[in-house]
C-alpha cells in the first residue's frame, strides 16, 4: 500500500478562501518537506519540518510524527497558488524521501 | 548561489539509443538523488548517493538505468538502451543532510 497517502487527490478553491492538505504516513518519519510543483514542473520548496509547526506567509504546516500526519494550510488563496502539492517523507540518518501522489490544487476566481 | 542544475531540459530518443543525463548538484550539498517522475507512477527513486557513494540503485531500475557520480559536483543518469515506456520527466535533487532541493528535471521522450 501507499505508504505516504495525500487527501485530498484534487481540489478546487475559490480565491481568498481557505483550505488544508493532508499527508498520513505509514512509515516511521522525522522529517516532512512539502514542495508545490508548478505548471512548468519546477518543485519549489515550501516547508522543511521536524515535529512541530511552521509558518510561512499565507502557508503553514505541522508535522506531529506520533501521530503520523503532517498538513499544510493554506489561507486566502490565491491564483498563484495552484499547482500539484507534494509531501514527502524522511527519516533523519537514512535521507531518503517517500513521496505523496500529489494534491492537485486549483484557485478559480 | 546556484540550485541544481539539469541538462538538457530535454531530450527525444529513439528506442534502443543510449542516453545520458546530467546533474550539477548544489555545492558543498553531499547527497544527490535521481527521480523519475510519471502521471501513473509520480516521484519514483531512481538512485541515491551520499559523499558520491552509491547508497541505493532503485531495485526495478537497476537493469538499464545506470547512474554516476564521479565528482561531487557532477553526476550523470545514463539509460541504455531506451525503451518508449522511460519516457517521463527525470528529476536531480540534493541535499545536505536536511532539505532536499530539486532541478527543473530534463523531459525524455522515447519514440
Known amino acids: 500500500g501507499d505508504k505516504v497517502k495525500q487527501s485530498p487527490s484534487a481540489l478546487s478553491l475559490q480565491e481568498g478562501t481557505n483550505s488544508a492538505l493532508r499527508c498520513n504516513f505509514s512509515i516511521a518519519a522525522t522529517t516532512v518537506q512539502w514542495f508545490l510543483q508548478n505548471p512548468r514542473g519546477s518543485l519549489m520548496n515550501l516547508f522543511y519540518l521536524v515535529p512541530g509547526t511552521k509558518e510561512n506567509g499565507r502557508l503553514k504546516s505541522a508535522f506531529d510524527s506520533k501521530e503520523s500526519y503532517s498538513t499544510l494550510h493554506i489561507r486566502d488563496a490565491q491564483l498563484e497558488d495552484s499547482g500539484t502539492y507534494f509531501c514527502?517523507?524522511?527519516?533523519?540518518?537514512?535521507?531518503?524521501?517517500?513521496f505523496g501522489a500529489g494534491t492537485r490544487l486549483k484557485v478559480i476566481a | 548561489d546556484a540550485g541544481v542544475t539539469q541538462t538538457p531540459r530535454h531530450e527525444v530518443a529513439e528506442k534502443g539509443q543510449t542516453i545520458i543525463l546530467k546533474c550539477e548538484p548544489v555545492?558543498?550539498?553531499?547527497?544527490l538523488f535521481w527521480y523519475r517522475q510519471t502521471k501513473i507512477q509520480g516521484l519514483e527513486l531512481l538512485s541515491y548517493?551520499?559523499?558520491?557513494?552509491?547508497?541505493?540503485d532503485g531495485g526495478a531500475f537497476k537493469d538499464r538505468f545506470k547512474a554516476e557520480m564521479l565528482n561531487s559536483s557532477f553526476s550523470t543518469l545514463k539509460i541504455q538502451p531506451t525503451e518508449p515506456k522511460d519516457s517521463a520527466v527525470y528529476l536531480c535533487?540534493?541535499?545536505?543532510?536536511?532539505?532536499?532541493?530539486f532541478g527543473k528535471g530534463t523531459r525524455l521522450t522515447v519514440v
Open positions: 514527502a517523507a524522511g527519516n533523519t540518518g537514512n535521507y531518503k524521501y517517500v
Open positions: 555545492s558543498g550539498h553531499n547527497d
Open positions: 548517493f551520499r559523499s558520491k557513494s552509491l547508497m541505493e
Open positions: 535533487a540534493s541535499s545536505l543532510d536536511t532539505e532536499v532541493f
